[in-house]
Every structure is written in C-alpha cells, then in structure tokens.
C-alpha cells in the first residue's frame, strides 16, 4: 500500500469576532477571538509569528513564536466527523492549516514539516479551552476533546515563506527519543510524576508554554 500523501488540504486565516464563552453558565461572558478561520484563496506569507491577516487575540495562551502556527490533520477531522455525525469545514478547530498524511498524535517534537517555501517545527500539543467548546457550542467539548487524544500541534516558523492549498509537504523526523505529540499532551493533563520523564522532554525543542509547565513540575517535586 502506498504511503499517505503529506499535503497542505486547506490554509485558514482569522478575523477578530464575538464570541459568547459559557453561554448556558451563570456567568457568560463575551471575548474577542480569533478562532473562527477560514480557508484563504492563493498563497500565504507566513512569518515568524504566524500566517500574515491571521489574528490571534489572546496572546497569553496563543500564539509567540513557538505556536505560531497551529496544524490539524484530515485523519483528526475524520475522527470528528464519525464522532459528531457530520463533516466539518475546514478551520473549525481554530487551525491554520489542514495537512493530510499524517496522525497529528503520532508527531514528534522537532519533527520538521517543509510546506511551500515554509519550514515548520513541531513543539507541542494543542491545550483545549472553553473558547474552543464555546466554538464548538458544546459546553462539555474541551473534555470531549481530551479524550479524543487527537490535539493537533503547534509549530514555530524555521523559515519564513508562503503556503497554499495543494502544497505537498516534505516531512524531516525529529531527533532519536523524541516525545510525540500525544505525549506532550499527556504531560500537561496527566499526573506524570516520574522526574526523569519529565527531564528528558526538556531535551527537545518544546514550546516555552509548556517547558515552563513542566520546570513548575520538576520544582514541585524537589519542594515535596
């Protein structure tokens, strides 16, 4: 059997728009975001902070150089679309781009993805949010979204270029003993305890966001 084809499927940008957070709570409260994507027609500059029109408005959880840019893939979509009962539109969980070929779980940190004339670094696991569930106008979504365990990844921008719809993309692996996607995942929502674990991640090219998360780990365990 041939192996998948790697390419780009769809490039979604997003304006900055309304969005009504916890709605049926007893405090509802309306944020800005730019989680509302759509496909963009033509090429795409994508810099270091991310892909050019594209607005990210909460920067202390999105965003940054190393989750400029965030990749979801049609075998996750397929997942959804059994799970949910209907195809969803491109962009609907807030992605830049929509890749096929490839589990996003099953991707290392460091791994490098060569798109157009960009160069992507996997860094981590996408941390949902209620703005996600409110996207997804299921209250309960973010913990659906867990256990689903298919979280999509961030990257950084190794090299500045553009991208479009129908681009193949060229993969690199990661450095040897690399921890997948899904496990970064499980460091931030598990009760991983083990210190070596957690130091050995330090050795890959982890987003800041959750190196920080895991440094607060290490030095909660030296205090215990």
């Not at 769809?10 to 304006?15: A, E, L, M």
């Not at 409260?29 to 408005?57: Q, W």
């Not at 993969?171 to 921890?179: D, K, L, N, Q, R």
Request: include cysteine.
């Amino acid at each position: 059997m041939p192996a998948p084809l790697l390419q780009i499927l769809s490039v979604n940008i997003g304006q900055p728009t309304a969005l009504v957070v916890g709605p049926n709570t007893s405090s509802p409260r309306t944020e800005i975001t730019g989680i509302h994507k759509h496909a963009a027609a033509g090429r795409v500059r994508v810099g270091r902070l991310g892909l050019e029109n594209d607005h990210v408005m909460d920067r202390k959880y999105h965003g940054g150089p190393d989750q400029a840019v965030y990749v979801y893939t049609q075998e996750d979509y397929d997942h959804w679309a059994d799970v949910l009962g209907e195809a969803l539109a491109p962009g609907t969980f807030g992605e830049n781009l929509l890749m096929s070929g490839v589990e996003s779980a099953e991707v290392r940190v460091g791994e490098r993805f060569w798109a157009g004339s960009t160069v992507l670094e996997a860094t981590a696991a996408r941390v949902p949010c209620a703005v996600l569930a409110a996207r997804m106008n299921d209250l309960g979504f973010v913990k659906r979204f867990a256990r689903a365990r298919r979280p999509g990844f961030y990257a950084r921008v190794i090299q500045e270029g553009d991208v479009a719809q129908g681009d193949p993309v060229r993969c690199e692996a990661a450095p040897e003993g690399a921890p997948t996607i899904l496990e970064t995942f499980d460091l931030w929502f598990g009760e991983t305890r083990d210190p070596d674990a957690l130091r050995r991640a330090l050795d890959y090219p982890l987003a800041e966001r959750l190196r920080r998360e895991i440094e607060s780990r290490l030095s909660e365990l030296a205090e215990a």
